[in-house]
């Protein structure tokens, strides 16, 4: 590069960007949008610093993978220079595919299609423009490159992406209780047989690391007032698409309107690449400014939830450890009707019920341990580490969530 691009992040203090084509990457619309979609969604709702962005994250990812790939190197393991920066490059757009709110309206406004599937056509799409310069990123990105720990790097249950966010998330909502020793882990990482492998010493990080995660899914990620918020933001958007059905819809951007007039596939996204460009145009912002309209419109579903949105005026949502029966989901729908005297066809925009799980560890996708005589063993297994197999239970909790009142009446 002529000059050395420097950012400064308010986590890690300056990132390098280190080289042409990363900063061409990260100058690229698709990856500028990121910008303009909040790594948190809703979650500022809960916890007023949660401002950050999918850009942030990317960011602080791709200074933790540089981190991490130099240190392997001080341990011996061969690293090319290409293998390197296309590394570098996976991490960065692992999130390219992300949507407006991130998570929270993933299988809402696009159904079943995740966002790690758009990020692969993205990613697809940009070694087009670039001409075929992200191919060995796309081997690493799709787990098809020979060397698997690189792929691991990427996406596993220690994967870098959680190290950034989860130190990330922890600074800008203050729950310090989420911290992580990230810079203990990757000092300790080494590579055994192609697979990332943890140095015995570093057991114990990994289990502070583990409860961490579970701690901030139960706090931050699965917050009873963040999950309501995300409800009203899926029913507002699924009576968006009804009404758009009917063509009653109005005063949105013209590919918000798009996507929410078509029952779009994955195979559609992968025959046809302008949707993938409507898509990319979307972000947070589309959502809010459709917000600020809908407060005005003759539809008292549409204006309702909007005017709750922009007064956080949020559902009351109510929390069991036992699923609700059947009937006692009936007799919360009667008491909602009657309360807020809606149609009881319009009672699934204002009333929700489901269930949230959380896990600390899946066995199935283990993080290893090397010990000492250089076997390598899963970590719930190295030592006695209790807290790790009750890690590995999946937790439910079963949630209703319904609005207190409506500011205009139907």
């Known amino acids: 590069m002529k000059s050395q691009k420097i950012l400064n992040d308010p986590v890690y203090g300056f990132i390098t ?3 042409e084509l990363i900063f061409e990457i990260i ?5 500028q949008r990121l910008r303009r979609i909040k790594q948190l969604g809703l979650t500022d709702f809960v916890y007023p610093g ?9 960011l602080g990812a791709m200074h933790l993978m540089h981190v991490t790939l130099d240190h392997l190197r001080t341990k011996g393991i061969e690293i090319s220079d290409e293998e390197f920066e296309a590394t570098l490059i996976a991490i960065l757009l692992h999130d390219i595919g992300h949507g407006p709110f991130s998570h929270a309206l993933e299988y809402s406004l696009l159904r079943s299609i995740p966002h790690e599937k758009l990020s692969i056509l993205i990613i697809e799409m940009l070694n087009r423009e670039l001409g ?12 098809q490159y020979e060397r698997k720990f690189f792929h691991q790097l990427v996406s596993s249950q220690l994967d870098i992406d959680r190290l950034d966010y989860l130190q990330r998330d922890c600074f800008f909502t203050g729950v310090s209780e989420g911290t992580i020793g990230a810079d203990r882990i990757i000092k300790m990482m080494d590579v055994k047989n192609d697979k990332i492998v943890i140095e015995e010493k570093g057991i114990y ?3 502070n690391f583990l409860s961490a995660r579970r701690l901030m899914y139960w706090q931050v990620y699965l917050h009873k007032t963040t999950v309501c918020a995300e409800k009203m933001l899926i029913n507002l958007i699924q009576r968006a698409k009804d009404l758009k059905a009917e063509d009653k819809i109005f005063g949105i951007t013209d590919e918000f309107d798009y996507l929410l007039g078509h029952k779009i596939t994955e195979s559609d996204f992968q025959t046809n690449p302008e949707l993938l460009r409507i898509f990319l145009e979307l972000d947070d912002l589309d959502i809010w400014g459709a917000i600020k309209l809908w407060k005005n419109s003759p539809d008292y579903v549409l204006a309702n939830i909007s005017r709750m949105f922009l007064t956080r005026n949020l ?17 919360l729908e009667e008491k909602t009707i009657k309360k807020l005297k809606v149609p009881k066809e319009h009672l699934p925009y204002f009333f929700s019920a489901g269930t949230l799980s959380n896990y600390g560890y899946l066995a199935k996708d283990r993080i290893s341990i090397l010990t000492k005589k250089g076997k390598v063993v899963d970590v719930a297994d190295a030592a006695d580490l209790p807290n790790i197999q009750i890690m590995s239970k999946i937790v439910e909790k079963h949630y209703v969530c319904k609005a207190k009142t409506l500011i205009l009446k139907p």
């Open 17 to 19: 960007i280190p080289s």
């Open 27 to 31: 100058d690229h619309p698709y990856f």
């Open 50 to 58: 949660a401002l950050h962005t999918r850009f942030h994250h990317a």
């Open 132 to 143: 075929g310069r992200l191919d060995l990123t796309l081997k690493i990105f799709k787990n």
């Open 205 to 207: 990080s990994i289990e």
């Open 315 to 331: 559902f009351k949502i109510q929390l069991s450890n036992i699923p609700f029966e059947k009937e006692e989901i009936g007799i």
